[in-house]
C-alpha cells in the first residue's frame, strides 16, 4: 500500500500529459472548439459507464447537483477550452506548466473563503512559482510567444481551481464519481447548446487522425483524474497531490520525441516549468 500511492500518483500524472500531447496532434487540423466537444463526448460516456459499473448515482440533495453542475460550467467547459486554446496559442509545455498552477489558486481560495492560515511553504513555494512564471514568459518570448497569450493557460489554471472548491463542498452530499458523473454531464449540455445556439455545428464533425488524438485525449484525461482519485482514496492528500502534480515535466519529455517540428522548446522554458513544479510540489507537500 505505501507503494501504490506514489504509482497511482505519478501514472496519474502521466496519463494527463499524454492528454495534453494528443490535444496539441489533433489542434493541427482542428480548432479547439471541435476538441473540447469529443473531450465531453468522451468524458461522458467514461464517467456514466463508471457510475453503473459503481452502482448508481443514488439520492443526493439538490445542492450537491448544484455545485457539480456550477463545477462543470466553470471548470470543464471554462478550464477545457482554454486549456485547448492555450494549447494552440502558446503550445503544450508552456500551456501544462500554467495550468499547472491550479493548486496555488484553490489554496488562495482556501484561505480566504474557509479559513486556512498562511504557511511558510506556501509562501516560498508562490515565490518559486513566480520566478518560474517569469522564466517561462522569457523563454515563451525567445520562442516566438506573445506574453499576452499566457494569460490563457492562467486562466484556465483559475478555472480549474475555483472548481476544486465546488467540488470539495458538493463532495459533503454526493459521492465522487457520480458528482463528476454530473459535472461533465452539465457541461456538455451547456456547450453542446453553445454551438448550437451560436451556429457552429461544423465544430462538433471531426475525422482522420485527429479524431482518434482527441478521442484518446479524453480517455487519458478521465483515466488520469480517475487514477488520482483512486490515490487520493488510499493515501494521504500530502503524497498524492505533489507526485501528480509533475505532469508538466512529462509533457517536455513527450514534446521533445511527439511534437517535434510543432513544439519549441529553449532553457528558459524547461527551467521555469521545473522551477513552477518545485514550487507547486513545496506547496502541496509541505503545506
Known amino acids: 500500500m505505501r507503494f501504490s500511492v506514489p504509482a497511482l500518483a505519478l501514472a496519474s500524472a502521466l496519463f494527463s500529459a499524454a492528454a495534453t500531447i494528443l490535444i496539441s496532434r489533433g489542434l493541427r487540423r482542428y480548432g479547439p472548439y471541435t476538441g473540447v466537444w469529443i ?94 512564471t517569469t522564466l517561462l514568459s522569457v523563454g515563451g518570448r525567445a520562442a516566438g510567444v506573445r506574453p ?60 482522420g487522425t485527429s479524431l482518434v488524438d482527441f478521442v484518446l485525449a479524453g480517455v487519458a484525461e478521465n483515466v488520469s483524474v480517475f487514477l488520482l482519485v483512486a490515490a487520493l482514496s488510499v493515501g494521504a492528500v500530502s503524497v498524492a497531490a505533489p507526485l501528480a502534480s509533475v505532469s508538466p515535466v512529462f509533457v517536455l519529455v513527450f514534446s521533445f520525441f511527439f511534437l517535434r517540428g510543432i513544439e519549441l522548446l529553449n532553457r528558459r522554458i524547461v527551467a521555469g516549468t521545473m522551477l513552477i513544479v518545485a514550487g507547486i510540489y513545496l506547496i502541496t507537500a509541505l503545506r
Open 148 to 207: 499576452m497569450l499566457l494569460v490563457l493557460p492562467l486562466l484556465s489554471g483559475v478555472c480549474f481551481g475555483i472548481v476544486a472548491i465546488l467540488r470539495k463542498v458538493g463532495l459533503a452530499g454526493m459521492a465522487p464519481i457520480p458528482g463528476f458523473a454530473i459535472n461533465v454531464t452539465a457541461a456538455l449540455v451547456a456547450y453542446t447548446a453553445f454551438l448550437l445556439a451560436s451556429r457552429q455545428t461544423d465544430a462538433m464533425l471531426c475525422r
Open 39 to 132: 473531450n465531453l463526448v468522451v468524458g461522458t460516456v467514461c464517467v456514466w459507464t463508471a457510475v453503473l459499473l459503481t452502482g448508481g448515482i443514488g439520492r443526493p440533495p439538490p445542492s450537491a447537483l448544484a455545485y457539480f453542475a456550477l463545477a462543470g460550467l466553470i471548470g470543464t467547459v471554462g478550464g477545457r477550452l482554454l486549456r485547448f486554446v492555450s494549447i494552440e496559442a502558446v503550445g503544450a509545455s508552456i500551456s501544462a506548466a500554467l495550468i499547472n498552477l491550479h493548486p496555488l489558486v484553490s489554496m488562495t481560495l482556501a484561505i480566504l473563503l474557509l479559513g486556512e492560515h498562511v504557511t511558510a511553504p506556501l509562501m516560498v513555494g508562490t515565490l518559486v512559482i513566480v520566478a518560474g
